[in-house]
């Protein structure tokens, strides 16, 4: 029976890759920094209705720390890495992101490495691939990398590009027979398993709750989470996806205000403090004067970013739920669970 660690099972992506690989029949041990939070991931499974639940093992590891990490990769066949630290607020120093992400990562290799894993799959992002400055009117594709060298690109950017070239640059260097193969996703929505769930989500969340008076002229990709855990199953073991990074992302970009309209379409009444409208550009801009969190989306307005995923459907036979049916899942999830305001 085939042995997979996922590390970060307590996160949006890691509880339903969890799931999905039960599913499939193999065995999984989760890693997280604390123990205590096994009830949650037990919460997460029970909600995504996981079968095997027995075949589950929880583990405590920190990407910060060595301890934990050779006791987790023993005799696991493949890895899939997917905790990853995100900024619940600015950081006072880039590095306070880019070091976690580097040497995070770095460590999970080097422990699968020396455990005889198979392959490691390891979640990136679309920010390691498309958010360089200057034309955005082109298409994406695997072959694009973010440009962490020029003024201005985010920490969190910079922490997914620098995190996913280590990587590269350690199985090339002393990866040995280990294999890697990298998912990239855009914006994960979908449906939520628990409070613990992506940014991305937020917006559908700050929408509901009537958070959002009228959408920023921003667009992004959308891809369900229940996709995102189904690619790292098909890159764990397909022939072709060794060496390989994969886009996952479902259909064109969509507005803010085309996310509100979507959510209106489906939900009615339960939708009706979400915005159809698009503010102008201008505003933002003048209500950033005073708001630290508005500055942060300034460059980000009226850039449409798009990208291609031929390559993950062609190579791993990936087909991805729709743009609307993922953010209808998202906010139908939050009703559900008591998590939109009341």
């Known amino acids: ?27 999984v041990r989760t890693t997280m920094r604390h123990l205590t939070r096994q009830g949650d991931v037990e919460k997460m499974l029970d909600a995504a209705r996981a079968p095997h639940r027995e075949r589950v093992s929880y583990l405590a590891a920190d990407l910060g720390r060595d301890d934990g990490w050779a006791q987790a990769a023993a ?12 900024p619940g607020a600015p950081v006072k120093h880039e ?25 490691v799959v390891l979640t990136s992002s679309f920010a390691a691939v498309g958010y360089s400055r200057g034309n955005t009117d082109r298409v994406f594709t695997e072959a694009d990398w973010t440009r962490t060298d020029e003024p201005g690109v985010a920490p969190y950017i910079k922490s997914k590009a620098i995190a996913e070239r280590a990587a590269w640059d350690f199985i090339e260097s002393e990866g040995g027979g280990l294999e890697l193969s990298v998912i990239n996703p855009v914006g994960i929505f979908g449906p939520v398993l628990g409070p613990d769930f992506s940014p991305s989500i937020q917006i559908i969340k700050t929408m509901l709750d009537g958070g959002m008076r009228a959408a920023p002229p921003m667009w992004t990709h959308v891809v ?28 064109a970009p969509l507005s803010f ?86």
Not at 95 to 114: F, M, N, Q, S
């Open 1 to 27: 029976m085939t042995t997979v660690l996922v590390t970060g099972g307590t996160g949006f992506v890691g509880a339903h890759a969890v799931a999905q690989l039960l599913d499939a029949g193999h065995t």
């Open 257 to 342: 205000a085309e996310i509100g309209r979507v959510l209106h379409a489906s939900l009615g009444e339960a939708a009706a403090k979400a915005p159809t409208r698009a503010a102008p550009a201008w505003l933002i801009k003048l209500m950033a004067r005073f708001s630290p969190r508005l500055t942060e989306l300034v460059p980000q307005l009226n850039v449409v970013r798009r990208a291609d995923n031929t390559k993950i459907r062609e190579q791993l036979g990936w087909t991805p739920r729709s743009n609307e049916e993922t953010v209808t899942a998202s906010a139908e999830s939050l009703i559900r669970l008591g998590l939109q305001a009341a």
């Open 224 to 251: 369900d989470v229940r996709d995102v855990a189904d690619a790292h199953v098909r890159a764990m073991t397909s022939p072709v996806a060794a060496g390989q990074r994969y886009l996952a992302l479902a259909g």
């Open 75 to 86: 005799g696991a066949d493949y890895v899939l890495h997917i905790a990853s630290p995100f």
């Open 95 to 119: 590095d306070d992101l880019i070091i976690p992400a580097r040497d995070g990562a770095l460590r999970v290799l080097r422990a699968a490495r020396d455990a005889g894993v198979r392959r």
